[in-house]
C-alpha cells in the first residue's frame, strides 16, 4: 500500500505494531542500560561489552562533575571510529587483551567484571593496572594506552570525532 493511499486506521495500526515489536525488546534493553546510561551503542568494532569496559574506564579517568564526563563526550566511540580507522588494525588486539585482563584482575581483587564493580573497586583495578603486574608488562602498557586514547577523545578536536559538543573545550574556555 502506497503511503498516499493508506488511511488514517492503517497508519494507527501500523503505530501499535511497531511499538509492540519495540516493547519485547524492552527488558533486555532496560536490562543492558543503567538508570543515568543512554541506551548501548553500536560500534564498528568493540562488542557492547567491551564498549561498556571502555566507558567504565573512561569515566574512571574522567568522572562526569559540574561538566560532562568521559561516557558523555563521546570518548567509547571515539576509541571504537579510532579503532575501526585506517590504523587501528594496530590497536586492535590490545584492547582484545587488555580489556580481558582488565576484567581479569578485576574478578581477581573484586570477585566481578570491571564494570559491575563500584566505583572504588574500579579505581583499586585500574591502580593495579597502572603499576604494572609483576612480569607482566602489558597491564601497565594497556593503562596507558586506554589513558591516551581517553584523553584524546576528550580533549581532542571535534571535527575529528572526539570531545562530542567541544563539552571539554567549554570546560577550558577554549573557543575553538
Do not use: C
Not at 33 to 51: I, R, W
Not at 76 to 92: C, E, H, M
Not at 108 to 128: D, H, I, M, P, Y
Amino acid at each position: 500500500m502506497s503511503a498516499a493511499k493508506m488511511d488514517r486506521r492503517d497508519f494507527v495500526k501500523s503505530i501499535a505494531a511497531s511499538g509492540t515489536v519495540a516493547m519485547t525488546a524492552w527488558p533486555a534493553l532496560a536490562e543492558m542500560a543503567s538508570a543515568n546510561d543512554p541506551l548501548p551503542a553500536t560500534y564498528k568494532v568493540l562488542t557492547a561489552a567491551q564498549g561498556a569496559t571502555v566507558g567504565a574506564i573512561a569515566e574512571q579517568l574522567v568522572p562526569a562533575d559540574d561538566y560532562p564526563g568521559a561516557k558523555q563526550a563521546g570518548v567509547v566511540q571515539f576509541i571504537d571510529s579510532k579503532l575501526g580507522g585506517r590504523y587501528g588494525k594496530f590497536y586492535v588486539d590490545r584492547y582484545e587483551t587488555g580489556l580481558a585482563l582488565v576484567d581479569k584482575v578485576s574478578r581477581k581483587l573484586a570477585g566481578g567484571n570491571f564494570v559491575s564493580l563500584n566505583s572504588e573497586q574500579q579505581g583499586n583495578v585500574l591502580r593495579t593496572l597502572e603499576a604494572g603486574i609483576e612480569g607482566d608488562p602489558s597491564a601497565r602498557e594497556f593503562f596507558r594506552l586506554i589513558s591516551e586514547h581517553t584523553f584524546e577523545g576528550y580533549y581532542g578536536d571535534p571535527n575529528h570525532g572526539a570531545n562530542r559538543n567541544g563539552e571539554s573545550w567549554k570546560m577550558l574556555g577554549f573557543g575553538g
